[in-house]
T-cell receptor, first 115, second 115 residues
Framework: DAGVIQSPRHEVTEMGQEVTLRCKPI?????LFWYRQTMMRGLELLIY????????DSGMPEDRFSAKMPNASFSTLKIQPSEPRDSAVYFC?????????????FGPGTRLTVL | AQTVTQSQPEMSVQEAETVTLSCTYD???????LFWYKQPPSRQMILVIR??????QNATENRFSVNFQKAAKSFSLKISDSQLGDAAMYFC????????????FGTGTSLTVIP
């Protein structure tokens, strides 16, 4: 399996621009998670989906952030408008069905820099 | 929400020596899962080891083992015969056995391996 795929790997944009991050989970996984990692706040869960339905979006910082999962193989995280404080590494992770000791499989992350 | 605490922001170890990374967590649940993830400079999050709270025996994966103390809510990671490739950020994570697939991560410990 190719693992969790994220694109782009790096994104540099200017304040006020719209940014879209993309994720393809591992085939067969029905959970998908979006995280943000910064030095100050560590690894924060932003939102997660189960069977394409958002389950918990309490970690989404504000209305500028939105996430969608139109089908089982694709999700997006959008920031509009972007701000310099959004600069971080954004990870997508997926996990298989079931509640046992299933690990989360992480993508390589997208490093976002907002100037 | 559960909290996971890693009180050692940085640790160092001599190559071939043993190091122990600490993790404590706060929960009122009786069944849960605990994980250690490694994040090398490549940023890729990799599962190192996992433990189910109901299992008495401490998990072991090659040079990696845990010391799970349920009553003390402690879950430390021991790395034996440390290698240069072990240098990374290590994250402890908690997942409930009851309430879905959300992980709670600690703030991480940065491990340096000295040649």
């Amino acid at each position: 399996d190719a693992g969790v795929i994220q694109s782009p790997r790096h994104e540099v944009t200017e304040m006020g621009q719209e940014v879209t991050l993309r994720c393809k989970p591992i085939s067969g996984h029905d959970y998908l998670f979006w995280y943000r990692q910064t030095m100050m706040r560590g690894l924060e869960l932003l939102i997660y989906f189960n069977n394409n339905v958002p389950i918990d979006d309490s970690g989404m910082p504000e209305d500028r952030f939105s996430a969608k999962m139109p089908n089982a193989s694709f999700s997006t995280l959008k920031i509009q408008p972007s701000e310099p404080r959004d600069s971080a590494v954004y990870f997508c992770a997926s996990s298989p069905p079931g509640w046992r000791d299933n690990e989360q499989f992480f993508g390589p992350g997208t490093r976002l820099t907002v100037l | 929400a559960q909290t996971v605490t890693q009180s050692q922001p940085e640790m160092s170890v001599q190559e071939a020596e043993t190091v122990t990374l600490s993790c404590t967590y706060d929960t009122s649940e009786s069944d849960y899962y605990l994980f250690w993830y490694k994040q090398p400079p490549s940023r890729q999050m990799i599962l190192v080891i996992r433990q189910e709270a109901y299992k008495q025996q401490n998990a072991t994966e090659n040079r990696f083992s845990v010391n799970f103390q349920k009553a003390a809510k402690s879950f430390s990671l021991k790395i034996s015969d440390s290698q240069l490739g072990d240098a990374a950020m290590y994250f402890c994570a908690y997942r409930s056995a009851y309430t879905g697939n959300q992980f709670y991560f600690g703030t991480g410990t940065s491990l340096t391996v000295i040649p």
